[in-house]
Every structure is written in C-alpha cells, then in structure tokens.
C-alpha cells in the first residue's frame, strides 16, 4: 500500500519556526515531484512549494525567501521548512508526489492526510 504521512505540525506563535515531514512508503518516490500544499478554513487548496526529481524548486510568492523545500531520497521523505511563520499560514498541510506538472497542479498521484498548523499571533 503506497502512503504518504506527515507529520511535524502544531501551534506556534508569529515568527516562529516549524519543519514539516512527509514519509512515503510502499514504493520509491526519487523519481516523482513531490510538493507540499495548504487549506485552511473556508478557502480551497492552494500550492506552498514542489521539488522535481533532479531537485528543481518552485514556491508560492507568498512562502518565498521562508519556506525551503527538501527532500532525502534514501529516507524516502519529503520536508517544508517554514521560518517566520504568519498567522496567514495557518492550514492543514498536505503533501503530494507525482509527475511535475501534475503536482504544480494539484494533481498528484498520491496524496498525505495532513497535519494541521496553526499560527497564532
């Protein structure tokens, strides 16, 4: 069974810093994107930031120079560090692999359940 976990959320206050994981499993992703993406209460799933295989990166205007993305092929895992968190990055986090274009569009072949984080001012 392929599966993508996450973990690494929580409640934090402004300026603080936070370090998402997303663990893959079942089957090696080194060769898909993968990317993270966030929704919080009331609006629709937006893109945070992806890494291609060859370790390309693209993030939203709104998390650059903030958030890095990374990820570890050998431990078949995914991160999202996120510095001077703002009280607008409040979401659930969701993690996702696939091809490069389907993960910039939100249509990733595999999908994380989320982990919730919550930005307090």
């Known amino acids: 069974q392929v599966q993508l976990v996450e973990s690494g959320g929580g409640l934090v206050q402004a300026g603080e810093s936070l370090r998402l994981s997303c663990a893959g499993s079942?089957?090696?992703?080194?060769?898909?994107?993968m990317g993270w993406f966030r929704q919080a209460p009331g609006k629709e799933r937006e893109f945070v930031a992806a890494?291609?295989?060859?370790?390309?990166?693209a993030y939203a205007d709104s998390v650059k120079g903030r958030f890095t993305i990374s990820r570890d092929n050998a431990k078949n895992t995914l991160y999202l560090q996120m510095n001077t968190l703002k009280p607008e990055d409040t979401a659930v986090y969701y993690c996702a692999a696939g091809s490069w274009a389907a993960v910039i569009r939100a249509r990733g072949a595999y999908w994380g359940q989320g982990t919730q984080v919550t930005v307090s001012s």
């Open positions: 079942g089957r090696a992703f080194n060769g898909d994107a």
């Open positions: 890494i291609g295989w060859d370790g390309g990166r």
